[in-house]
């Protein structure tokens, strides 16, 4: 399989600074957040519980697409790895995933509230609202099927009482989006608090498809 990552130097510290622009911009805290590449038939991910800044290229860890065990002389990978395994195994448009847990979007997934029609920006999501995945363990076999069917026509959702993840065909756009739902969910909350939304209708959510789609972000739900 063509991918735009393959396992170098380049590709581990592009995560790296990923990472870091994450907590740099406020949409994570501490090693909260994780992040992997598709590179080739393999998975680059962060390990579990370094601080972004003192990771290395060396740090991240490789794992299989097939679910295969990191070699023994690695790394501990993120404990989200199954999740962002899931997602790459049936998402073969998807090269880049990012979870974090940026606030808004953690307010109204504890209220367990997905985002609706409420803003054009919704439709950069692939649909007419941000979804919320059912809740489950970190880290378990149930949190990852749960995310994978809420993303089957999304490219990010909310995860019920835990955070956020997006998707992209790089690591650029699932960062991008990852910042795009934090200001959306803020702006939603912000809505909340002075009266109801006025959702847009059907026609004009299909419109706002449209034209992402013409713009060329409509890359790999």
């Known amino acids: 399989m063509k991918t735009p990552y393959q396992d170098s130097t380049e590709t581990r510290q592009a ?19 994780n992040i992997s590449v598709r590179a080739g038939d393999q998975m680059l991910i962060t390990p579990s519980g370094m601080p972004y800044k003192a990771m290395k290229p ?7 697409l097939d679910g ?10 993120s404990s989200e790895w199954p999740f962002h395994l899931a997602i790459l195994q049936t998402k073969p448009a998807v090269h880049a995933v990012v979870h974090a847990h940026p606030a808004y ?3 109204l997934a504890m209220n ?5 029609a409420c803003h054009y920006m919704v439709a950069a999501f692939g649909g007419s609202d941000v979804p919320v995945a059912d809740y489950a363990l970190f880290g378990s076999r149930q949190l990852s099927e749960n995310i994978v069917s809420t993303l089957q026509d999304r490219s ?3 995860m019920a009482n835990h955070g956020a993840v997006s998707t992209g065909n ?19 909350t912000a809505s909340l608090t002075m009266g109801k939304p006025h959702l847009l209708s059907e026609e004009e959510i299909s419109d706002a498809l449209a034209a992402f789609s013409e713009y060329g972000l409509k890359d790999s739900r």
Do not use: F, H
Request: aromatic share 4%.
């Open 105 to 107: 979007c953690c307010a």
């Open 58 to 64: 060396a740090d991240l860890v490789l794992l299989g």
């Open 170 to 188: 790089s690591l650029s756009r699932a960062l991008w989006r990852m910042g795009e739902l934090e200001a959306l969910a803020k702006a939603y």
């Open 15 to 33: 995560i790296i600074d990923a990472c870091i622009e994450m907590n740099a911009t406020g949409i994570n805290q501490g090693t909260s957040g």
């Open 112 to 116: 367990r509230q997905k985002i609706p």
């Open 68 to 77: 295969s065990a990191p070699a023994a002389d690695q790394r501990k990978p």
């Open 156 to 158: 990010a959702c909310l």
